[in-house]
């Protein structure tokens, strides 16, 4: 039987990302279809929640650039395609991907690589360190928005070899991401752990710390917020942890600090259950000032019903329907954004509750992680009937 197939994705890290998460779902999808599946990663904090029953684990150093080391796991991984008899190798991220480009041609197996970034670039150098992700027999990219970044700057690789490249939108398990899943035990503990109280606005900044994610812009939009008048008690969190960026972090405390915002800013590391997150939220904010290649935030926020202010660049622009289930405002502007939040925090309860509503709607129908699940699947038969 075809369907019967055995994958492999290899990824650098399991963490709590987009990537790690659409990894960890086809991973669990495939044995429901009787397929096999394997992981290789590093490590990760999501592998305490793979299933080892279904799911076989590989830990290589897959997350180094070195090229020693990625050749060294091209040979491994060669080793594991042959021992198990993989049909399908997919790689989701750069320095992996040269290793299973390298397996794939050695091994005469199928190669899938997912797009899931734009992968700066300021040299030719590193535009073919990056063309590794168009040289497997099947692109995905995770949104219309990395489609067309994928023509733009790599047309000549995919056209050379006739290279199919197609769109899946990168999805989420809306089960889990369910307003009425959450406990009132959950919610009390997490606002107790948090110290939010409970008569506060709470305005919620998710992602990692990093520039491009526009904390700075976010921290100044709550300066300038919390100027105006008639303005609702309110809280606000920026929710992510500084992966080895000290520097950056102490920038945004001493921000906080300078201008006296510490009853209105707190900086919270990490959160176990998302999702918890967002339900005690009263508004989610995404003020990233680079494009995002999917906008996970966004679509997060409107499976738990909470209404949301993302930047109008790159994949939120896809996945929030303007107006109606967010807004969508300029990048890098704290004053627009103040003057947003501000106009949300007035708006009507039950105009909120509508929108929320409608980004549920929204997500179930457009980005629903069974959706992915099953394009990707399809894709994995076309690819094994070509053979």
């Known amino acids: 039987m075809k369907n019967k197939f055995k994958v492999l994705q290899v990824i650098p890290r399991l963490g709590y990302g987009g990537a790690e998460a659409g990894c960890y779902d086809l991973a669990h999808y495939l044995p429901e279809q009787g397929c096999k599946s394997y992981i290789v990663t590093s490590g990760g904090a999501l592998l305490k929640y793979i299933k080892k029953d279904k799911v076989k ?36 991220s750069r320095a992996p991907a040269w290793s299973c480009l390298l397996a794939t041609k050695i091994t005469r197996r199928k190669f899938v690589t997912t797009f899931h970034g734009t992968y700066n670039f300021n040299n030719n150098f590193k535009k073919f360190y990056n063309s590794v992700m168009v040289r497997s027999n099947l692109v995905i990219a995770g949104s219309n928005f990395i489609f067309s970044h994928i023509n733009e700057n790599y047309e000549k690789f995919i056209k050379k070899k006739k290279r199919k490249l197609l769109v899946i939108f990168r999805g989420i398990n809306t089960d889990y991401f369910n307003p009425i899943k959450i406990s009132s035990s959950k919610i009390n503990k997490l606002k107790s752990l948090w110290g939010i109280n409970e008569n506060l606005f709470l305005i919620l900044l998710p992602g990692r710390l990093t520039g491009w994610k526009g904390q700075k812009v976010f921290i100044e939009a709550i300066r300038l917020l919390s100027l105006k008048e008639n303005l609702k008690p309110f809280v606000s969190i920026i929710l992510g942890n500084e992966q080895g960026r000290d520097v950056y972090k102490k920038q945004l405390i001493g921000l906080v600090e300078q201008h006296r915002l510490k009853n209105f800013i707190k900086l919270i590391n990490h959160c176990d259950e998302m999702p918890v997150a967002y339900k005690i939220s009263n508004l989610i904010v995404s003020t990233s000032i680079e494009p995002e290649a999917f906008g996970r935030v966004s679509v997060e926020a409107q499976s738990m019903t909470k209404p949301i202010i993302a930047t109008n660049l790159g994949g939120s622009t896809e996945t929030i329907i303007k107006d109606k289930t967010g807004f969508l405002i300029n990048f890098g502007d704290p004053n627009l954004l103040a003057d947003s939040i501000y106009k949300l925090m007035m708006m009507d309860d039950k105009v909120l509750e509508e929108m929320g509503l409608e980004g549920r709607k929204n997500v179930v129908k457009k980005f629903d992680v069974e959706k992915m699940c099953k394009s990707t699947f399809s894709e994995y038969n076309k690819l094994i009937d070509q053979s």
Do not use: D, G, M
């Not at 830990?59 to 395609?81: D, E, G, Q, R, Y």
């Open 57 to 92: 684990i590989f830990k290589l150093p897959v997350n180094s650039k070195n090229p020693i080391i990625i050749f060294s796991n091209a040979i491994l991984i060669t080793l594991i395609i042959l021992f198990y008899n993989i049909t399908i190798v997919h790689a989701r």
